[in-house]
Every structure is written in structure tokens, then in C-alpha cells.
């Protein structure tokens, strides 16, 4: 069948009403095309491949992948519902994340970097045409599909160059925030999910729902690496009673004792940024902490991580900042009640229950998810994301 009858206001169905024209939707390809290229271009020697690694893809293999599903999803649709061939001749047993193990695709005989290349300027220039010349709903959103899904592999490129240490293209602004007084809420009422008026929307923010929050109170600002040397210099790692079951389980197996970029030199703490050591910076907020450090670290301040409805209710407020940091909450990630999977069926499913949920955006998150009901979800053990957190008053 064709998704054109998927495009109403009945629960459970993808619709495009961002409102980009087709120019526009062309331009914001063209964009993040751009900024994957910075990131291809800073590749060192052997970078095509890279070490194998749980939490990595090869490069090649990724940039391969991103212009697979574009071409997936934006050109091969047929009417009856089936798929047209690819340009490239057997590129779905390459490139489909849904059907290619993660641990083959260091060994797949891949394209070469300059047959990427000229299967992506191809797909983009058909991409283009039919955005140009047959705009309508259904195209919108899955080039719109496509746009997120590249925006979020060139986050997790970013996330590969800090953690192998590379070199990466010019650095945005850091953007950090002093410690802010913490704020207080009544007991109320909060909408988790998002509503058919939200604009584009992914399978796992449907559909809004009223929930009600206790009194509590919420930290104005993320963490800082200040604040999480405190804990560490206190011998947070080492207390046992801080730590949940499945966060000692982590730290016993990987004799973790201190953050993944972080090190002694000369009585203090310096962190890694990509290729450089720096002091801690107080007015930064803390990264690559996963999930069961930051509920350790919340446990020896009296505190605990806050719940989704806690984050989305103090994101209303005019002193709450946030955008600087995924930031790791309370709940896992979990279906909404109803739920049920958009076209592209991969996205959240298979990874519910066993992800733990974060809401913000990081430094190198595009803009289009720093909205508050975007849910961003990683394996609770990860600390390559560029994740911190909050705390809020305990229950």
C-alpha cells in the first residue's frame, strides 16, 4: 500500500506538517550533507573503518548507510507497496540497519569512498527533482525522515571523534551555564507525548497524555564538571550503597573510577575534549556520564534523577535552561499508552524497556530535536553520548 492514506488526524499515523516547502526541504539536505562532509573530511589515516567497538559503526559503512535509507525511503516506494531496485546493485544486503548485524559490517565488501560519494550526489539530485516537481504530504515526510535520521548519525559521528580522540571540524561554541538556584513546584499536571499540531513527530511521542506530578523540586541547570568532581573526589565510585544493582554490576565489571575522558595531572582533574586536555571548566556542564553514574551521583547528593513529567513540567518555566546536555531521567524508555509503529517500524521499537530515556540536546544536537518533547534514548551503560543530568528532590 502507499502511506498517502497514512496522513490524517487519527492516532498512530506519521503526517509532515513542519511547514518546509520543497525548497527548503532540499536546502536542509544540502545542509547536513555539508556538515557530514566536515566530519568525512577529518577522518585520519585507517578512519574508513575504524576499530570495531559495541557502541561504533564503520564510517564507511555508516555514510553508505545514511544515503541507503534516503534512497529507501524518498525515491524506491512503489504504489503497490513494494520497493524499485537501488542504484547501487545489492545495497540493501549492505546497508539495511534492520537486516545487517552490527558485527558484519566491518567485514561487508563495501563501496570505496568515491562510489559513496557518487551514490550520494545521484540519490540527493533525485531527491531533489521529486521534491521540486512532485511535493505532496507522503515525499515531505519521509524526506523529512531522512533529513533526522542523517542529523542524528552526524550527532553520533561527533560522538565517535570525541571518543577515538580525532581531530574534528571547527568547534561551535561550548555554551555553559554557573550554577542557578534549584526550582519548586506545586503539585500538578503535566501532558507527556505530543499532539497532531506538533508538526513532525516521531512513533515514540504519540500521542500526548495527561499526567499528574507530586510536589518537587529540580536543579535550574545540568550538573557541571565542578559538581561531579566533587563526588568522584569524595569517593563516590567506591561507595557501594550509592550505586544501583545494575550500576555496581557496570562498575565492577569495567573498574570504573572515575569518567571515561577524564585524568590526574598535577593535584587536579583534566577532561578530553576530542584531541585536547583541558582543566575541568566549572561552568560546563558535566558529559559523557552514563546512566548509572548519574543516579550514583544524584544518590550522594540526597537527590535522585527526575521523571520525564518532572523535566517536561520545569521546562516551562523561564529559569529552567536546558540544550546544553542530554540528560538522563528517571524513567526508562517506554511505549505511550496506544503506541503503535510509524513506517519506519526500527525506530524505537525494538529498543524499549531497554534503553533509558533523555530529553535536552547535547552541543552537537541540531536544533530540530532541542524541543521538549523530543525523546532521545541510549543503553543505560553508554558513556560515549554527550550525556549529563540533573537531579531533583526525592519522592
Not at 18 to 26: F, H, P, R, T
Not at 246 to 264: F, I, S, V
Not at 314 to 326: C, E, K, S, T
Request: charged residues 20%; glycine residues 8%.
Amino acid at each position: 500500500m502507499r502511506y498517502s492514506a497514512l496522513y490524517n488526524m487519527k492516532p498512530n499515523q506519521p503526517r509532515s506538517v513542519s511547514g518546509y516547502s520543497a525548497e527548503q526541504l532540499v536546502d536542509r539536505l544540502a545542509q547536513a550533507r555539508g556538515r557530514l562532509r566536515a566530519l568525512i573530511d577529518c577522518l585520519p589515516p585507517g578512519g574508513w573503518l575504524g576499530p570495531r567497538a559495541e557502541h561504533l559503526n564503520p564510517p564507511l559503512w555508516e555514510y553508505g548507510h545514511i544515503v541507503w535509507f534516503q534512497e529507501r525511503w524518498s525515491l524506491r516506494a512503489r504504489p503497490d507497496g513494494g520497493q524499485a531496485p537501488s542504484l547501487v546493485q545489492g545495497a540493501d544486503a549492505l546497508y539495511d540497519s534492520s537486516s545487517v548485524p552490527h558485527d558484519t559490517r566491518w567485514d561487508l565488501p563495501l563501496l570505496q569512498p568515491a562510489a559513496v560519494d557518487d551514490y550520494a550526489a545521484r540519490v540527493a539530485e533525485a531527491v531533489a527533482a521529486r521534491l521540486r516537481h512532485g511535493f505532496d504530504d507522503e515525499l515531505a515526510y519521509f524526506a523529512e525522515l531522512s533529513l533526522y535520521h542523517e542529523l542524528m548519525h552526524i550527532e553520533a559521528w561527533w560522538m565517535a571523534f570525541q571518543n577515538l580522540g580525532y581531530a574534528p571540524p571547527a568547534l561551535p561554541d561550548a555554551g555553559g551555564a554557573p550554577s542557578a538556584p534549584r526550582l519548586a513546584f506545586a503539585a500538578g499536571e503535566v501532558e507527556l507525548g505530543s499532539g497532531p499540531a506538533a508538526g513532525f513527530i516521531f512513533d515514540n511521542e504519540k500521542w500526548s497524555y495527561a499526567v499528574p506530578v507530586a510536589a518537587f523540586d529540580i536543579d535550574a541547570v545540568a550538573l557541571s564538571e565542578a559538581d561531579f568532581a566533587a563526588f568522584v573526589d569524595a569517593g563516590g565510585y567506591a561507595r557501594q550503597d550509592l550505586w544501583s544493582d545494575a550500576g555496581l554490576a557496570w562498575r565492577t565489571a569495567t573498574g570504573a573510577r572515575h569518567p571515561l575522558y577524564w585524568r590526574q595531572r598535577g593535584g587536579g582533574w583534566q577532561a578530553r575534549c576530542f584531541d585536547r586536555w583541558t582543566p575541568l571548566d566549572p561552568a560546563l556542564p558535566m558529559l559523557h556520564v552514563n546512566r548509572y553514574e548519574a543516579e550514583a551521583c544524584a544518590a550522594w547528593m540526597g537527590r535522585q534523577l527526575p521523571t520525564a513529567a518532572q523535566w517536561l513540567c520545569a521546562a516551562r518555566h523561564p529559569g529552567f535552561r536546558w540544550g546544553m546536555a542530554w540528560e538522563w531521567l528517571r524513567d526508562p524508555f517506554a511505549p505511550y499508552p496506544g503506541f503503535a509503529p510509524d513506517p519506519y517500524r526500527d525506530y524505537s521499537q525494538p529498543w524499549f524497556h531497554t534503553h533509558g530515556e533523555l530529553r535536552g540536546g547535547g552541543p552537537f544536537t541540531d536544533p530540530a530535536f532541542k524541543r521538549p518533547g523530543f525523546r532521545n534514548f541510549y543503553l543505560p551503560h553508554r558513556r560515549d553520548p554527550f550525556a549529563g543530568f540533573r537531579t531533583a528532590s526525592p519522592e
